[in-house]
Nanobody
Framework: QVQLVESGGGLVQPGGSLRLSCAASGSIVSIDTMAWYRQVQGFSRDLVAVITTSGSTNYADSVKGRFTISRENAKNTVYLQMNNLKPDDTAVYYC????????????????WGQGTQVTVSS
């Protein structure tokens, strides 16, 4: 019913930048919160940044001042601009759409993208 497709990952040198995109498609009525998480193999999936429909944002302490989350509500798309990347930012980045209302379904739902690899290395 709803799919999230991420793009923009890749290999970058320390100090470099990347921009991740995530487009949600399907019978979407509304998405309350969109977010980016990241996960290193063997560790938990951690919140990186979150943005509400009204544009309120919150960031993990480790990325404050370096990452910026934004969204286009009309396109159900969220972005993550990542600057001054560090080797510790290396992870699989996942897009998340929370409290999503879908046409024909009661209630709201949470959806995940398939993940995109970000590797920061010289």
């Amino acid at each position: 019913q709803v799919q999230l497709v991420e793009s923009g990952g890749g290999l970058v040198q320390p100090g470099g930048s990347l921009r991740l995109s995530c487009a949600a498609s399907g019978s979407i009525v509304s998405i309350d919160t969109m977010a980016w998480y990241r996960q290193v193999q063997g560790f938990s999936r951690d919140l990186v940044a979150v943005i509400t429909t009204s544009g309120s944002t919150n960031y993990a302490d480790s990325v404050k001042g370096r990452f910026t989350i934004s969204r286009e509500n009309a396109k159900n798309t969220v972005y993550l601009q990542m600057n001054n990347l560090k080797p510790d930012d290396t992870a699989v980045y996942y897009c998340n759409a929370d409290r999503t209302v879908v046409a024909g379904l009661l209630g709201s739902y949470r959806y995940w993208g398939q993940g995109t690899q970000v590797t920061v290395s010289s």
